[in-house]
């Protein structure tokens, strides 16, 4: 059963930031704003601390979104009582705009992998992964949005395409989709897929944000291409150019330069995040003159 | 996917020479073994990458790539319980004092606790210290019958090495440990501000912050140390906030 919306916070909006700790300092001195920033909960699930002294000033002037990346919500048990407290009261604490995850998993119960792993997309995982979200979005008291995956493998086992699966997910948890178009991209050289075809599969209505990064490409031990989901660069011309096509089909939406290794100088995510406002308001533009 | 196919394609992360589970796929003409490689490179990089930002000095200390080494041999055998990796690291210090290779470096164990409660004093509960006029009320021979409830970002280390001093040396880099004495040193981890300090103490403090932190009341704890000036050091362990209240 969809769980409602938290009523006191507005929805995410705008284009913004992911937070990395080297940059507490030029976020706070910034006068350009950026319309939202983003942090790991993983990265603030402890007591106290500079951490929390430094997101605490900044969040009186940014709005806030706080995205999952250990919850396993893709896991064969489901997100433990203290895990989802945990995060309940980190979403609490500093009054979260959006809660996000991954339709992924993150290991066995008590051995964390720290990295998103993927899923065979069978009946059964289905229903798992909806009662995990079910059970978040209790725990929360609030809808969550789900992360499209990036993927180096698929299962053979697998019944669902990848956007039915995650049309499934989003119709029968009322989760929302957390676009990241980078993501398609990769999946789509790994898998070899038209990143097209597959945006127009997605359920695009439900997207509550977009997320823009940079990835590596290389060749595997055959020769063929294949994309890492690296974090650790600009966003490419490919993900811009489905950028376009996909902020066209969602209408705007907060969208989210996401940068978390080798991360730039503050300045370089001000002009990505310049970019993608750019591309936005053509895409307004573009949406005008066709209404004529 | 099951219970069986979830551990399988864990298991197989978790061990190098394992081969590629059953049951997965890779478009025809791709090598699956080099996609599976990706996860398994994912899951051993990115917690040698969390250790490696949680124990900046003792990586600065062995040099980059010993570190990254000795990490992976760590990570390798002892994948984290949680995803809360702010405080990764907990068996890493352990670890090291059984890590052969560093065999030549007997502090570099205590310079990783060092390290591991400099974390563990950084993540803890905001919580506003006793100030010293709190005992104005109090009669001094009562004083002593207390005991202290310690803040929750106060930190004790005990080294036979000059841990505090390694410590510092490293903040720099390019570090300068020509001039170090090898001696015993102590340190006490407190947070009365924002950021966490660390103050070298000598054994005689030691024993009595320990007896303190241990629960005993501040006569019992002076009785231990005869040749301690237990009110000055009182007094500092106020000023850094390391008493978060006193029981009478």
């Known amino acids: 059963m969809p769980a409602s919306t938290s009523a006191a916070t507005p929805t995410l909006q705008g284009v913004g930031v992911g937070l990395k700790a080297e940059h507490y300092g030029a976020a706070l001195a910034e006068k350009r704003r950026p319309d939202f920033l983003e942090v790991h909960a993983e990265n603030y699930l402890h007591a106290g601390g500079p951490a929390h002294r430094h997101l605490e000033s900044l969040r009186r002037d940014h709005a806030l979104s706080i995205h999952g990346v250990g919850l396993s919500l893709g896991g064969p048990s489901p997100p433990s009582p203290a895990d989802l407290a945990a995060r309940r009261a980190l979403v609490d604490r500093y009054q979260a705009n959006s809660f996000s995850e991954h339709l992924a998993w993150s290991g066995m119960p008590q051995q964390y992998l720290n990295d998103l792993l993927p899923l065979a997309y069978t009946a059964e995982s289905l229903a798992r992964v909806v009662d995990h979200i079910d059970a978040t979005q209790q725990a929360l008291g609030r809808r969550i949005l789900i992360e499209n995956p990036a993927t180096y493998l698929g299962f053979s086992a697998s019944t669902f395409s990848e956007p039915d699966f995650i049309t499934e997910v989003v119709r029968r948890s009322g989760c929302g989709l957390l676009l990241d178009v980078n993501n398609i991209i990769v999946s789509a050289i790994n898998h070899d897929f038209d990143a097209s075809g597959y945006l127009r599969a997605l359920p695009l209505a439900a997207t509550g944000e977009i997320h823009l990064s940079g990835h590596a490409l290389k060749a595997d031990r055959a020769g063929r291409p294949l994309a890492i989901d690296t974090h650790d660069g600009p966003v490419q011309e490919p993900t811009w150019r489905l950028f376009d096509e996909a902020i066209r089909a969602t209408g705007p939406v907060a969208v989210l330069i996401e940068w978390d290794s080798s991360v730039p100088a503050w300045p370089v995510l001000v002009e990505q995040s310049r970019m993608a406002r750019d591309a936005m308001t053509r895409a307004a533009q573009g949406e005008r003159l066709a209404r004529g | 996917m099951r219970a069986a196919d979830y551990q399988m394609f864990a298991a197989a992360l978790c061990d190098a020479d394992a081969p590629v589970p059953e049951g997965l796929a890779s478009p025809a003409g791709t090598d699956l073994a080099d996609r599976f490689a990706v996860y398994r490179n994912n899951v051993h990089v990115s917690l040698v990458e969390s250790l490696a930002a949680s124990f900046p000095i003792t990586r600065a200390h062995v040099g980059e790539e010993f570190f990254r080494a000795m990490a992976r ?41 060092l390290e591991r409660a400099w974390s563990q004093s950084w993540a803890a509960a905001d919580a506003p210290a006793l100030p010293i006029t709190a005992l104005r009320t109090r009669r001094p021979e009562d004083l002593l019958q207390v005991c202290v409830c310690v803040h929750p970002a106060a930190r004790l280390v005990r080294s036979a090495w000059p841990v505090a001093d390694l410590w510092e040396a490293h903040q720099a880099p390019d570090a300068n440990l020509s001039t170090i004495e090898w001696t015993a040193q102590n340190v006490l981890l407190c947070r009365p501000h924002a950021d966490v300090l660390l103050r070298r103490v000598d054994d005689a403090a030691a024993g009595f912050i320990a007896a303190l932190i241990a629960g005993d009341t501040i006569e019992s704890a002076a009785s231990l140390v005869p040749a301690l000036d237990a009110g000055s050091l009182l007094q500092t362990l106020f000023e850094d906030g390391f008493i978060l209240e006193i029981r009478s």
């Open chain 2, 73 to 113: 041999v760590h990570v390798q055998a002892a994948k984290p319980s949680s995803a809360r990796l702010t405080l990764h690291g907990e068996d890493f210090p352990g670890f090291i004092s059984s890590f052969e290779p560093a065999a030549s470096l007997p502090w570099l164990p205590d310079l990783a606790r």
